[in-house]
């Protein structure tokens, strides 16, 4: 009797959770794209400023501003981390995902992949030109800088391809805990790259918090069309792989 309960729970369960994945995915996108919208107001009326001066100028020397809190390793090290964030490493991530999948026989994957992420790119693109936010000019940069502020184009892209990654990936898995640890890893390495922008003297905080918030958002979108996918066959399901 339990060796035909057991079963049945597992299916029941997943039965569940495929009802649930979408709700969820649409839930966070509403709600990621609706906290951007609203910080991108308050931005726009200056009503961000004071709060995001003071955050800036907390994480500085108040005797030298041009010195970030701590050790001489630990700017150096951020600046290591922000490079996680950044055009380059990113499209290496990215080309080294797709040739996985693709070597996986996970075509369908792979094309899901490509196609979140240069849209991502894009948008971020189009989203800075529209605002075209000055960068801060309280402390010294930490490192170059060639774009608009607002919102965080790190911030956003390591969202968008960490999130983004890490949610269709976790889709081809079938152990939890491996779902768990890419979902972990993604909001870890996004979180870090986004504070990394901020201790560097780049970005205003409430640039970094917009970039993080557009990242989710297209990446809970993402995820809601790979289930939509792989419910019609046309994205592999866990443990399938293309013909």
């Known amino acids: 009797m339990d060796f035909m309960i057991a079963p049945a729970t597992r299916l029941w369960l997943r039965f569940r959770l495929n009802e649930i994945g979408p709700l969820l995915s649409l839930a966070g996108f509403g709600f990621f794209a609706w906290a951007f919208i609203a910080l991108a ?5 200056g009503e961000t400023h004071a709060l995001d001066r003071a955050l800036l100028l907390a994480l500085r020397d108040p005797q030298n501003p041009a010195n970030p809190l701590g050790p001489s390793w630990l700017e150096e090290a951020a600046r290591d981390i922000t490079g996680l964030g950044g055009y ?15 070597m996986a026989g996970k075509r369908g994957a792979a094309l899901l992949v490509l196609v979140a992420i240069v849209g991502g790119m894009l948008l971020s693109t189009a989203l800075k030109f529209g605002f075209e936010r000055p960068r801060p000019d309280l402390v010294p940069h930490g490192t170059r800088v060639y774009t608009a502020s607002f919102p965080s184009g790190h911030a956003m892209l390591s969202a968008i391809t960490y999130l983004t990654l890490g949610a269709l990936l976790s889709r081809i898995q079938t152990r939890r805990r491996i779902q768990a640890f890419l979902m972990g890893l993604a909001v870890v390495l996004t979180l870090l790259v986004g504070v990394s922008r901020v201790y560097l003297g780049v970005h205003w905080p409430s640039d ?11 990446a809970a ?9 792989q419910r019609e066959g046309k994205v592999e399901a866990p443990g399938e792989t293309s013909p």
């Open 41 to 45: 107001d308050e931005v726009r009326e």
């Open 221 to 229: 979108l993402c995820w809601f069309v790979a289930l939509q996918l």
């Open 88 to 102: 380059a490493v990113l499209s290496i991530v990215t080309l080294a995902t797709l040739a996985f999948l693709l």
């Open 208 to 218: 970094v918090l917009a970039g993080w918030a557009v990242g989710a958002a297209w």
